[in-house]
């Protein structure tokens, strides 16, 4: 055996056969895996777009109300059935909360120009007792009116002396500090 096959040949004329389609309708591939891509829902999409337009349409109507309110004039607080008990000292006032009572005391007030803002401004040294239970006591949880019912809130800016400070206090103790408004 060389190189040269010999033998006899099982093609008429010796030709390689030809090759042929196969009869009826071609077969059926699976599509490519690596170029398939499911159709797109547009679920996900409608939702977002729907929930940012309701975020957008909440945040419009909260800061039209809260304009509105910025914009309506304040009055002066409507009294209580039971008004505080003014205790023999006139710049003393006991007081009761859920947690405990206290008195509340100006020890001394002083009108006097501004530093920050044209006007006056009033300082106010305070004492607080705790009398029973326990009482939390913070400068921003004061406020104050004036006699036409403007509200006015802690001008920290303006304080000189040693602000009151934040904490609670149980039966017999006593803090001092310095609120202005």
């Known amino acids: 055996m060389g190189s040269t096959?010999?033998?006899p040949s099982f093609t008429p004329g010796g030709m390689p056969p030809r090759w042929s389609e196969p009869?009826?309708?071609a077969p059926i591939r699976p599509p490519d895996p690596a170029s398939y891509r499911p159709p797109r829902s547009r679920v996900p999409v409608i939702l977002t777009t729907?929930?940012?337009a309701l975020v957008a349409l909440v945040v419009v109507i909260a800061s039209l109300v809260a304009h509105r309110a910025d914009q309506q004039p304040v009055s002066a607080p409507s009294r209580s059935a039971a008004p505080p008990r003014i205790t023999t000292a006139t710049d003393s006032i006991e007081f009761t909360t859920r947690t405990g009572?206290?008195?509340l005391t100006i020890v001394e007030h002083?009108?006097?120009p501004g530093r920050t803002d044209p006007g006056s401004v009033l300082e106010v040294d305070v004492r607080i007792e705790c009398t029973s239970g326990s009482v939390g006591y913070d400068p921003f949880a004061f406020?104050?009116?004036d006699?036409?019912?403007n509200l006015f809130d802690l001008a920290a800016e303006e304080i000189r002396g040693?602000?009151?400070g934040v904490g609670v206090l149980r039966p017999g103790e006593t803090t001092t500090g310095q609120i202005a408004f």
């Open 23 to 25: 009869l009826g309708p």
């Open 162 to 164: 040693p602000m009151l």
């Open 5 to 7: 096959p010999s033998g």
């Open 110 to 112: 002083a009108w006097r």
């Open 50 to 52: 729907a929930a940012f």
């Open 101 to 103: 009572s206290g008195r």
């Open 143 to 145: 406020q104050a009116f």
């Open 147 to 149: 006699g036409a019912g």
